[in-house]
T-cell receptor, first 111, second 115 residues
Framework: QKEVEQDPGPLSVPEGAIVSLNCTYS??????FMWYRQYSRKGPELLMY????GNKEDGRFTAQVDKSSKYISLFIRDSQPSDSATYLC???????????FGSGTKLNVKP | SAVISQKPSRDICQRGTSLTIQCQVD?????MFWYRQQPGQSLTLIAT?????????ESGFVIDKFPISRPNLTFSTLTVSNMSPEDSSIYLC????????????FGPGTRLTVL
């Protein structure tokens, strides 16, 4: 079993839709949860991160963590064609440097 | 934030040869990492590049195959040795500004094809 599971998609939505991206994980020791965005032929870039459980909002993006279910989500409101990219979840244990990445979900927002 | 560049951006190599990938950061970073990414797959950590000492390798990766250098806080190299077609992948370097930080800044990657 992989430590982090993520549906690879692709996910295709019309412009303006609300997008939900999800990851599940098996290691209950994970405490930091990150979302990275990767455009084609580029390296991943950090979108946002949360610590432990709860929600965090940044503009059109909301990250949610449910530690009891070992489930994290990223919501994108009013999606734009420029949001078309692969979204990777990542997690780590407190005080450790190693990240565990999901395989990424490819999102296509159609104008 | 840190800006990371990699050279070469892509290469096509023959089986049995070696390729060295360079990673340059525009500011000092505490930690540097090397990853491999297959199309549609997650990033797999190869090793942590330690300044002035031997890299720390993840399970399944060995120094003889992937020697790494990090002479200072802004530069690192990864060599893919005695290449085979199975080494065809995208190789990414990253850096973080401190220990146990959530921000990793990634380079654009080196796309390697081994024939």
């Amino acid at each position: 079993q992989k430590e982090v599971e993520q549906d690879p998609g692709p996910l295709s939505v019309p412009e303006g839709a609300i997008v939900s991206l999800n990851c599940t994980y098996s290691n209950s020791a994970f405490q930091y949860f990150m979302w990275y965005r990767q455009y084609s032929r580029k390296g991943p870039e950090l979108l946002m991160y949360t610590y432990s459980s709860g929600n965090k909002e940044d503009g059109r993006f909301t990250a949610q963590v449910d530690k009891s279910s070992k489930y994290i989500s990223l919501f994108i409101r009013d999606s734009q064609p420029s949001d078309s990219a692969t979204y990777l979840c990542a997690m780590r244990v407190n005080n450790f440097n190693k990240f565990y990445f999901g395989s990424g979900t490819k999102l296509n927002v159609k104008p | 934030s840190a800006v990371i560049s990699q050279k070469p951006s892509r290469d096509i190599c023959q089986r049995g040869t070696s390729l060295t990938i360079q990673c340059q950061v525009d500011s000092q970073v505490t930690m540097m990492f090397w990853y491999r990414q297959q199309p549609g797959q997650s990033l797999t950590l190869i090793a942590t590049a330690n300044q002035g000492s031997e890299a720390t390798y993840e399970s399944g990766f060995v120094i003889d195959k992937f020697p790494i250098s990090r002479p200072n806080l802004t530069f690192s190299t990864l060599t893919v040795s005695n290449m085979s077609p199975e080494d065809s992948s995208i190789y990414l370097c990253s850096g973080t500004p401190g220990l146990a930080r959530n921000e990793q800044f990634f380079g654009p990657g080196t796309r390697l094809t081994v024939l």
